[in-house]
């Protein structure tokens, strides 16, 4: 499956984004799905994960209650809603596949599947 994300911008702090992962190639649904994100000079961070139903859904403790994940598998689509922003937030962003049989996983090492990643840019 290939991952395309988009969505990604500059936006002041207490701001709003939504992110796109649109997959090609196989069904979307196949998959659970997850985001992560990298800072420069840090390591890649887990942010939210979905079933490949998306009746389930997982945050990180830094994320909880702003983001929600979620995905429209008739469109091959997943989304990030991202709510009031912080500086902290800036980094780019990846969706990633998971065709494993685990609900989702918050390990970057189970997904097998990565897109090219989009910038958000949080302005303080």
């Known amino acids: 499956v290939q991952l395309q994300a988009s969505g990604g911008g500059l936006v002041q702090a207490g701001g709003s984004l939504r992110l796109s992962c649109a997959a090609s190639?196989?069904?979307?649904?196949?998959?659970?799905m997850g985001w992560f994100r990298q800072a420069p000079g840090k390591e890649r961070e887990f942010v939210a994960a979905i079933s490949r139903s998306g009746g389930s859904t997982y945050y990180a403790d830094s994320v909880k209650g702003r983001f929600t994940i979620s995905r429209d598998n008739a469109k091959n689509t997943m989304y990030l809603q991202m709510n009031s922003l912080k500086p902290e937030d800036m980094a780019v962003y990846y969706c990633?596949?998971?065709?494993?049989?685990?609900?989702?996983?918050?390990?970057?090492?189970?997904?097998?599947?990565w897109g090219q990643g989009t910038l958000v840019t949080v302005s303080s």
């Open positions: 190639g196989r069904t979307l649904s196949n998959y659970a």
């Open positions: 990633a596949a998971d065709r494993g049989v685990n609900s989702f996983s918050t390990r970057a090492s189970a997904y097998n599947y």
